[in-house]
């Protein structure tokens, strides 16, 4: 566990498998305004930051086609959450919650996911607002984002609702 | 490539980096009625079919606190599709267009992404619907739908208009 994931009351973490199952290529890297967790957003709906998703080179020709999308997902690599934390106690929540009912970076796999305005593309990069992750954070996949699919307006998350 | 995926005209493949960046750990498999990609429905809101995601045991107390969540979005590794595929050419498209303008499996990172209605929670399982992938899929990892970060009813996507 690092420093910043300390266990606490009612947290539980697990030992996870000593091997992997997969393996993920690092296909660019995220330049945000923030170097440090404290300066993060609390989260991508409290900021107007643009951002650049910088796609390596050799990965730019999956930009084709790109144009007139109004809206990507944009799936990156939290390397620096812990990973085996399956209980959570949030600051400021009155309970501890399960890591699949959170948001949060720690998780089995730290795969974490921005729904992002697609604001210009030039070359290899992408000028993106609505990401809240530290400047230099490992991208893993860019998709287009459907509305007839990916859009639920009337979603409720359970814990908000108490 | 394996034979599904040989390459079309104007489609791009690339040899991918001999190492991976990190490691994924399978944390549960997906249960659906398709057990052939034939069988598969065309995407998911072509489908009411129901689904169970099974959670491995040890990465069960990450559910806790769902209850009440109506939507999740599921993370799966889509294990069968090619890697190296930057341009595709999809069946009844005029123009090859870039794997991250596409949500086709065949991606550097073949991570899958869809948002599920949530039915039921039996111990380590979830009745959902929305998804689309084969009976066995590994699972990654699963957070719940924010409407307010996670909703854009009025996103498009440029080939779709053109």
Known sequence: MSEDFG?????EAIALPPDFDAGL????R????????AE?????????ALCTIEVDPRFAPGLQA???TTHLIVLYWMDRAPRGLLVQQPRHAQAPRGTFALRSPARPNPIALSVVDLLGIAENRLTVRGLDCLDGTPL???KPYFASTDSKPDARVGWREA
Chains 1, 2 share one sequence.
């Open 7 to 11: 266990l606490r009351p009612g947290e």
């Open 25 to 28: 290529h690092f296909i660019g």
């Open 140 to 142: 893993l996949d860019i």
């Open 66 to 68: 790109l144009a007139g």
């Open 40 to 48: 993060c957003p609390k989260n991508a709906a409290q900021s107007d």
């Open 30 to 37: 995220i330049r945000t305004p923030w170097t440090r967790r």
